[in-house]
């Protein structure tokens, strides 16, 4: 990972907005229309963002969003890239370096899910507690540079209890029900089979996505709290007699969009003031 290049965008972040920020959003598959609701925004077009690569999947809409809160400011990142696209794992963890080098200590991680859990239901909203890679990648292979993290980072907790704990108590104030569960990370861009779904299930796993588990990984080795939050957009496959479609999981995000921005903006309340 290339600090210099990760310090040149947190620099261009804060320059072009002319603010600070402490948080952090990344919003998943058919969710960036979230960003239009935020209050006072500073919109940056990615390809204005020096080292940032740009998303080419629909429902990814490849622009930044400051917003301005009582207690303090949002980056909102509406879109990202994924592995599956072909890119390096350095730059799909890009835009998460670079905001939490620009002075973002918690991040929140969104995406649309397949729901493994018999728990799950396509429109349940579920916390992540934990993850499995099924990819056998990891943004820490390679050289590590300390200015950003140790060499062996303890992976225990990578999603925040206080920040689940928080989500919850936004849940509850706001009347939208939240579910927990272990998300399972696979390449993509094939929709999991029946029987890797299956496996998946029987080693713990509740959801299963295309993303995410990077930008956890890098933001937990730079010591930043991680709230990771899916949308289940369908059900796993051998879990429905419906072929699964890319426009299922835009649609079913626009369905839950109220609830979603719900929680996300109770979260950015409850966070800054």
């Known amino acids: ?11 261009a972040l804060e320059s072009t907005t002319g603010r600070s920020h402490t948080v952090l959003v990344v919003l998943g598959s058919g969710m960036s229309e979230y960003a239009a609701t935020l209050p006072d925004p500073v ?35 509406a879109g990202r890239v994924h592995l599956y696209e072909g890119w390096a794992l350095e730059q799909i963890v890009f835009g998460v370096r670079s905001g939490i080098l620009a002075g973002c200590r918690a991040v929140v991680l969104t995406n649309a899910a397949g ?20 990819t056998g990648q990891t943004p820490l292979l390679g050289p590590n ?16 209890r206080r920040l689940r704990r928080i989500a919850h108590e936004v849940a509850e104030e706001s009347g939208v029900p939240v579910k927990e569960g272990v998300y399972a990370w696979f390449t993509g861009p094939a929709y999991e089979t029946p029987a890797e779904v299956e496996m998946a299930k029987r080693l713990g796993a509740d959801l299963v996505g295309m993303s995410t588990v990077p930008e956890a990984v890098a933001a937990h080795h730079m010591g930043a709290e991680v709230l990771g939050m899916s949308l289940v957009t369908n059900l796993a496959a051998g879990m429905s007699s419906t072929p699964l479609s890319h426009d299922e999981v835009k649609e079913a995000a626009a369905a839950a969009s109220t609830r979603v921005t719900a929680m996300l903006n109770g979260i950015l309340h409850s966070l800054l003031g």
């Open 1 to 11: 990972m290339n600090y210099d290049a990760l310090q040149l965008a947190a620099r």
């Open 145 to 160: 540079d300390d200015r950003l993290g140790p060499r062996f980072p303890d992976m225990s907790e990578v999603y925040s």
């Open 43 to 77: 919109d940056i077009p990615y390809d204005d963002i020096p080292g940032f690569p740009v998303p080419a999947v629909a429902g990814h809409a490849g622009t930044a969003v400051s917003a301005a809160f009582p207690a303090g400011n949002a980056l909102v990142l």
């Open 115 to 134: 729901g493994a859990g018999g728990h799950l239901e396509p429109g349940d909203l579920a916390l992540i507690t934990d993850h499995i890679s099924f």
